[in-house]
């Protein structure tokens, strides 16, 4: 486990060349810090750079970004006060992703649901040490219907085989971040990706148009991982959500958060698809302003 990092995020942005629809939404940030009042967990697997509720909420004025989910960092463990303390900075505008021990207790959960996160995230990616297995978290699952909970899982593109039975007993929505992290040189025809959209044909599946900078193996500025986000928005219009993936840890080399949100109109090039993707479909998923007022 190595010290700190440098800020692995832009301090100077571009700003995005057209402006995005009210109450857009980036589906998938972190927040790391400050250490002083969040520690990072002991059992961590990678020390991630401070990135603050204030640097995320600075960089979505910028972008022009109303809404937001923050999903809590495997650097911040079960412990999920970082990532609640920023959504209930943003009265109802953001809404959260937690890490929990599938063991959590239901008081534990309708706490969690009441500081507005909205579904559990699983680890099946290397990097990242181990979690619990798909089996339980798919038994696990059960105990979110009655909360509109979702799963959401990560995972490196190859494990989607071995995934895919459990993940089809799932009895709640599923949510894949990152595309399935497929790697675009291996093209759109790979075995990995056309297992991901086959798992799209079951209404119970969304999957995140985000990490284009860690599909693409050409570099910035992405063109190469442009043919699977837009096969995903045309295979499932409304279970498509975007996101910045900001501050983007582990990653090796510092995206411009404005050229992400460029790419955007590519993706998805109708005003009816960006509509879906930015605002439609997180708002049904995530829930925004539920019981919380409106935002702030």
């Known amino acids: 486990m190595s010290r700190a990092a440098a800020p692995s995020y832009s301090a100077a942005p571009s700003l995005p060349q057209r402006a995005l629809p009210p109450k857009a939404c980036d589906a998938h940030v972190h927040v790391f810090g400050p250490a002083a009042r969040f520690p990072f ?68 959960l309708r706490g969690l649901d009441a500081a507005g996160f909205r579904g559990a995230r699983f680890h099946f990616a290397r990097h990242l040490g181990p979690g619990a297995p798909i089996d339980e978290v798919i038994a696990f699952g059960a105990r979110l219907a009655d909360i509109g909970w979702h799963l959401q899982l990560h995972f490196e593109s190859q494990a989607i085989h071995e995934l895919a039975p459990a993940m089809l007993r799932s009895p709640v929505p599923v949510v894949i971040d990152h595309m399935g992290r497929v790697d ?76 992400l949100v460029d790419l955007i109109e590519r993706m998805a090039p109708s005003a009816a698809a960006r509509q879906a993707l930015l605002v439609t479909n997180p708002q049904r998923l995530y829930r925004f302003d539920e019981a919380r007022g409106a935002a702030g």
């Open 41 to 108: 967990s002991p059992i961590r697997s990678y020390t991630p750079c401070e990135a603050p509720k204030e640097r995320l909420f600075a960089l979505h004025r910028h972008l022009g970004i109303e809404r937001c989910v923050i999903v809590q960092s495997n650097a911040h463990g079960y412990d999920n006060s970082v990532s609640a303390d920023a959504i209930a900075a943003k009265g109802g505008a953001y809404a959260g992703i937690a890490l929990v021990p599938v063991t959590i207790t239901d008081a534990d």
């Open 184 to 259: 675009a040189a291996q093209g759109i025809d790979q075995p990995d990706f056309r297992k991901l959209r086959e798992l799209l044909a079951d209404e119970r599946f969304w999957v995140k148009i985000s990490g284009s900078e860690r599909v693409s193996r050409q570099g910035p500025p992405y063109d190469d991982a442009l043919p699977f986000a837009q096969a995903l928005v045309a295979d499932a219009p409304d279970r498509v959500v975007w996101g910045t993936d900001w501050p983007h840890p582990n990653l090796d080399h510092v995206p411009d958060d404005g050229m």
